[in-house]
């Protein structure tokens, strides 16, 4: 690789941090959907706070060997794997399952909260989306707040800007309408979702991350009572367990969040596509042209 210096060296990359979504992790981890692919917790207790064993990629390798060979070992049923080869297995110095990171944007803004908590308060307050819009319409505006003059509820796609936004201001919209403990629940989700975007943290704001899941866990059963959840074995729900020790281990979450390059699906994903379905629209047109004038020279001759 050319260096800074503009020097050409070898060098000896190690993977550390592996940056993706919940489908690609648990790819990458060889893992089912319905299994976390950092911790061999059972999918009906992800919504415990109980902790589980991390995974181990060399017992993972062994497992997926025996099953290459045509053997049936109980551990690859009891860990939730896949039949995958896994690219990792021989690159030095990684335990893969550490490397996988947590995710603000797809797991706290879009998951927990706007996917999950926003959904569960709109059915537990009087009124339902009609009353949560009618609070939305009504704030008062700000120069540092967004205003949501339509509500939220015809909105089909959101933005990462616009869940920041909305987190703001979603626990004035929903006080004094909603169940005490509702409010409480919301309350630590948005602690949680504030601490884990601190650009430096300290042995006392990861204490104070760490109460903020406790008491999410300690306010959840109020969406049971009221029928709105029967449990919360949700793997985004179970993803936040892991926050804590992946700062101690890979540093501040904004480090490996995939807010800034989701952009880059529009350049890289979204444009070439729509380009793709447009010269495919202009092929059949040409084609029926074509065929047209084949048959009128076939006439011609006739």
């Known amino acids: 690789m050319t260096c800074a210096d503009g020097w050409v060296r070898r060098v000896y990359p190690i993977l550390a941090a592996y940056v993706a979504d919940f489908p690609e992790q648990c790819l990458v981890a060889c893992c089912l959907k319905v299994r976390c692919p950092r911790c061999l917790v059972l999918p009906k207790n992800r919504g415990s706070t109980a902790w589980s064993h991390p995974r181990d990629p060399k017992k993972i ?120 403990r509702v409010i409480r629940a919301v309350r630590a989700v948005e602690d949680f979702i504030s601490y884990a975007r601190f650009e430096a943290h300290t042995e006392s704001s990861l204490d104070k991350m760490d109460r903020a899941w406790s008491a999410i866990h300690e306010n959840k059963n109020i969406f049971v009572e009221l029928g709105i959840r029967k449990a919360f074995n949700i793997p985004k729900f179970h993803s936040i367990i892991h926050y804590v020790s992946a700062i101690h281990s890979h540093g501040t979450l904004d480090g490996y969040n995939s807010e800034s390059p989701e952009r880059l699906h529009i350049d890289f994903a979204k444009v070439p596509f729509r380009a793709g379905v447009r010269n495919l629209l202009l092929v059949p ?3 029926h042209e074509g065929l047209k004038a084949t048959q009128n020279d076939k006439d011609g001759e006739r």
Do not use: Y
């Open 285 to 287: 047109s040409r084609g």
């Open 61 to 180: 390798v062994e497992i997926l060997a025996q099953r290459a060979e045509g053997l049936k070992p109980k551990a690859f049923v009891s860990q939730g794997l896949r039949p995958v080869n896994p690219f990792w297995a021989d690159l030095p110095h990684c335990d893969i399952f550490q490397c996988l990171t947590p995710d603000i944007h797809h797991q706290l803004h879009k998951g927990i909260f706007k996917d999950h908590f926003v959904s569960w308060c709109t059915e537990a307050i009087d009124g339902g989306s009609d009353e949560v819009d009618r609070r939305f319409k009504s704030m008062t505006q700000h120069p540092t707040l967004r205003h949501f003059k339509k509500g939220i509820s015809l909105v089909s796609q959101w933005t990462g800007n616009e869940f920041k936004n909305m987190e703001k201001i979603f626990l004035g919209v929903i006080a004094g309408t909603a169940d005490e």
